[in-house]
C-alpha cells in the first residue's frame, strides 16, 4: 500500500492536492467544450439525424425541430450539473470532500462510457445527464476541499487559476476535436473526443483517496485529532506546535459559526443585510451566464462554420479561440487584485457588450470582410470575459456573503450558475436557426444592462476583511436606496488593511468606537469574545484576498 499522502508533507503535498484539483478544473472546461467540434462531424450527425438543424436536404420546419433537438441533447448536461450541485448540498457534508469527488468521478466515468458508445440519441441524451451529475457534483466539492486543505496564503491566486484552468480544459477539448475531424472515415472521430474525458477522472480516482480530507470537514464530524494531523501535514509542522493549534482554533470557530446558517437566514432582512447580499451572489452568477460566453464555448466550430468557413477550418479557428481565451485568462491571477473586482467586470461587460453588438451587425453578411471582422470579435469577446467574468464569479459572492451563510448562500448563487447556463445552451440552436445573427443582440443587450448593474449595486471587496463587509452593509439602509448607497459606503469605509495586506485600524480600535456588530447576522447582544474569534478567523479568510 502507499504512505499516508504518498508520503508528502508541506508544499509537496500542497502541490499534490492542487494537482488532483486541477485535473477535475480541466475535466470540467473539457467536458464544456468538446460537443462544439463533434456537432461539425459528418459521422456525428449521421449516428444523429434529428440533430442536424443545417442539413440542406430537409425543409425549414424540420430544420427548426432538429435545432430544438440538438439545443436539448447539448443543454442536458447542463441540466445534470445542476441537479448534481442540489445533491451535493445534502449528501457533501454526509459524505465528506474526498468521497464526494470519487462518488462525481465514478458517475463521469459511467457517462461519458454511456456517451462514446451511444447509437441512439436517448442513450446520448442519458449519458451526457449522467456526466452532467457527476460533474455538478465536482463542481460543488473540488474548490471547497482544495480551498480547505490548502494553504490559506494561496487561496486568493487559487481562485483565478481554478478559471485559467477551466479554459485550458476547454482548448484541449478544442485541440482533441480538430485531430479527430481527420478520422471522419469512422465513428471513432466523435467517440474517442467523448471517452477522453475518461483519462481525467482515471486520475483523480487514482490519486484523491490518499490525499488529505478536509480539517473543516474533519472537525464538523467531531474528529479533531485527524483535522489536526492533517493541518500538520500541511503546513510540515509537529502536530503539537503552536502553529497548529492556532490553525485548529480558527477552523473551529469559522465551522461552528458556519454550521448555524440556513437557507431561511438567507432572505433576512437584518442588520448584516442577509438578502441584500444573497441577491447579489446570486446576479453576479446569473451575469456570468446569460453574458454569452457558452454560446460560443459549446458551439465554436458551429459559429465559425455559419461565418463561411468549410473543412477543417471551423474545428481550427475553434481550437485557435479556446487557445486565445486561456491566454487571456492568464493576466487576471495578476489583475484581480490590483484593478479591483468592480472594475474587471465593468471592463468586461462593457467590452463583451461591444463585441456581440459588432457581431451582430456583420453576422448577416457574407461579404468576405464582415466575416473577417466576425472571427476577430469571437475572439475578443473571449478576451473580454477571461479578464472581467472568468473568475471573478467564483470569488465575488463568497466575499460578499456573510460567514454564518455563506455556504447556503453560494449553494445558491452556484444553482443559477447552473440553470443560466441550461438555458443558454437550450436556446442558442433554436435562436440562431430562428432569427440567425439578431442572437447576438439580445446578449449585447444582456452586456449593457450588466455594465450600470455592477456600478450602481456591486460595492467593491478587494483587500476588504469578513468584518468590513459586514460594517459596510450595516451602515447602509434596506430597501433599493439601501441597495444604491452600498457602493458609496465601500468607497468612503476606511480600510483596515493596506494593499499589501498590512493592518491600518486594528480591531480593538474599531470595537472600541463601537462601529463593528458580529458578522453572524444574529442580535448585537453577541459577546467580546466572539468578536474577537470572529477577527481571528477573518485574517484566515482575508488572505484569500490577498497575495504573497
Known amino acids: ?68 433537438y440538438q439545443g436539448i441533447a447539448v443543454s442536458s448536461y447542463n441540466l445534470g450539473c445542476f441537479f448534481g450541485a442540489i445533491a451535493t448540498i445534502f449528501l457533501g457534508n454526509k459524505l465528506g470532500r474526498r468521497k464526494m469527488i470519487m462518488l462525481g468521478t465514478t458517475i463521469m466515468v459511467i457517462g461519458a462510457a454511456l456517451q462514446a458508445s451511444a447509437f441512439t440519441l436517448e442513450h446520448f441524451i442519458i449519458g451526457r445527464i449522467i456526466t452532467g451529475l457527476g460533474n455538478g457534483g465536482n463542481t460543488s466539492t473540488v474548490p471547497m476541499w482544495q480551498s480547505e486543505t490548502c494553504s490559506a496564503h494561496k487561496r486568493g491566486k487559487l481562485v483565478m487559476i481554478e478559471g485559467a484552468l477551466i479554459t485550458l480544459g476547454i482548448t484541449i477539448s478544442y485541440w482533441v476535436d480538430y485531430g479527430m475531424y481527420f478520422a471522419q472515415d469512422t465513428s471513432a ?53 503552536k502553529y497548529v493549534d492556532n490553525e485548529f482554533k480558527a477552523i473551529k470557530e469559522t465551522a461552528a459559526e458556519m454550521s448555524k446558517g440556513s437557507f431561511s437566514d438567507l432572505f433576512s432582512r437584518n442588520h448584516n443585510k442577509n438578502l441584500h447580499r444573497t441577491l447579489i451572489a446570486y446576479i453576479n452568477q446569473m451575469f456570468q451566464q446569460i453574458s454569452g460566453i457558452n454560446l460560443i464555448t459549446y458551439y465554436a466550430a458551429t459559429i465559425y462554420a455559419g461565418l463561411g468557413m468549410t473543412g477543417h477550418m471551423p474545428l481550427l479557428m475553434a481550437a485557435l479561440n479556446g487557445t ?22 465593468l471592463f468586461g461587460a462593457a467590452g463583451q457588450c461591444a463585441s456581440m453588438a459588432i457581431l451582430a451587425g456583420v453576422g448577416s453578411s457574407d461579404a468576405k470582410a464582415c466575416q473577417i471582422v466576425g472571427i476577430v470579435f469571437l475572439f475578443v469577446f473571449n478576451s473580454f470575459f477571461a479578464v472581467g467574468w472568468l473568475g471573478m464569479t467564483w470569488l465575488y459572492p463568497a466575499e460578499i456573503t456573510p460567514l454564518r451563510i455563506r455556504a447556503p448562500a453560494n449553494a445558491l448563487s452556484t444553482s443559477s450558475n447552473w440553470i443560466f447556463n441550461w438555458l443558454v445552451v437550450m436556446i442558442t440552436p433554436p435562436a440562431f436557426e430562428n432569427i440567425g445573427s439578431n442572437t447576438y443582440v439580445i446578449f449585447a443587450v444582456i452586456n ?50 493596506d494593499n499589501n495586506g498590512n493592518l491600518l485600524i486594528a480591531i480593538e480600535e474599531v470595537e472600541e468606537k463601537g462601529h463593528v456588530e458580529h458578522r453572524s447576522g444574529s442580535s448585537s447582544g453577541q459577546s467580546g469574545e466572539g468578536n474577537n474569534a470572529a477577527m481571528f478567523t477573518s485574517h484566515d479568510e482575508e488572505n484569500q484576498r490577498r497575495e504573497n
Open 1 to 68: 500500500m502507499f504512505k499516508k499522502y504518498f508520503g508528502l508533507r508541506g508544499q509537496a503535498l500542497n502541490y499534490a492536492i492542487s494537482t488532483i484539483a486541477g485535473t477535475d478544473f480541466l475535466l470540467f472546461g473539457y467536458d464544456q467544450g468538446v460537443m462544439g467540434g463533434i456537432l461539425t462531424m459528418a459521422p456525428f450527425m449521421e449516428q444523429f439525424p434529428d440533430m442536424h438543424s443545417d442539413d440542406p436536404t430537409v425543409s425549414a420546419a424540420v430544420r427548426k425541430d432538429r435545432s430544438n
Open 189 to 241: 472521430c466523435w467517440r474517442f473526443p467523448m471517452a477522453f474525458q475518461i483519462v481525467f477522472c482515471l486520475i483523480i480516482m487514482a490519486f484523491v483517496m490518499n490525499l488529505p480530507e478536509s480539517p473543516r470537514w474533519l472537525v464538523l464530524k467531531g474528529r479533531d485529532e485527524d483535522a489536526k494531523e492533517v493541518i500538520a501535514a500541511i503546513a510540515n509542522q509537529d502536530v503539537q506546535s
Open 324 to 345: 486565445e481565451y486561456f491566454l487571456a485568462s492568464l493576466p487576471a491571477i495578476w489583475l484581480v487584485e490590483r484593478v479591483g473586482r468592480r472594475k474587471l467586470m
Open 448 to 497: 449593457a444592462i450588466m455594465v450600470p448593474s455592477v456600478y450602481f449595486f456591486f460595492p467593491e471587496t478587494a483587500y476588504r476583511s469578513l468584518e468590513e463587509m459586514d460594517t459596510i452593509f450595516q451602515k447602509v439602509g434596506h430597501g433599493f436606496q439601501g441597495a444604491l448607497d452600498v457602493v458609496k459606503q465601500a468607497k468612503i469605509e476606511p480600510r483596515r488593511y
